[in-house]
């Protein structure tokens, strides 16, 4: 799949993509938004799930290890910064099919905060690799 165009606000959302990271990273400089690459590759369960996106996502150190807790912060936006954000999840077919409540519930809460940021024209990338 090609990479589509950061910039575009009213795009933005989880998508599949399952390019090289680096294209990710120039697009999400030349679009204006942060930029996170977390390799889910060695979360095994949902303890080392959360600690990985913590360590990945630069997530506040109160952030609580939960559901709940990161769909706080990822409609936080001091987290998300001034124009959004891009997310590459590479890795994520382990923990997609060895998890699958747990990554569905993942996917929701990404969805509905790249549907919060939409709403409020910033955008907010997930690209799962």
Do not use: Q
């Not at 095994?44 to 559901?67: M, Q, S, V, W």
């Amino acid at each position: 799949m090609k990479l589509p165009d950061l910039s575009r606000v009213d795009d933005a959302g989880v998508i599949e993509y399952h390019g090289h990271a680096g294209l990710v990273a120039t697009a999400a400089k030349d679009a204006g938004l942060r930029h996170f690459d977390v390799d889910l590759g060695t979360a095994i369960d949902k303890a080392t799930l959360f600690a990985t996106l913590a360590r990945g996502l630069h997530l506040p150190e109160h952030f609580g290890n939960n559901f709940d807790a990161l769909a706080d912060v990822l409609e936080d936006r001091d987290w998300l910064g001034r124009k959004g954000c891009a997310i590459h999840l590479a890795h994520v077919a382990s923990f997609r099919h060895g998890h699958p409540h747990d990554w569905e519930t993942l996917e929701e809460i990404l969805t509905e905060a790249a549907g919060f940021w939409r709403e409020r024209n910033l955008a907010f990338w997930v690209l799962l690799g």
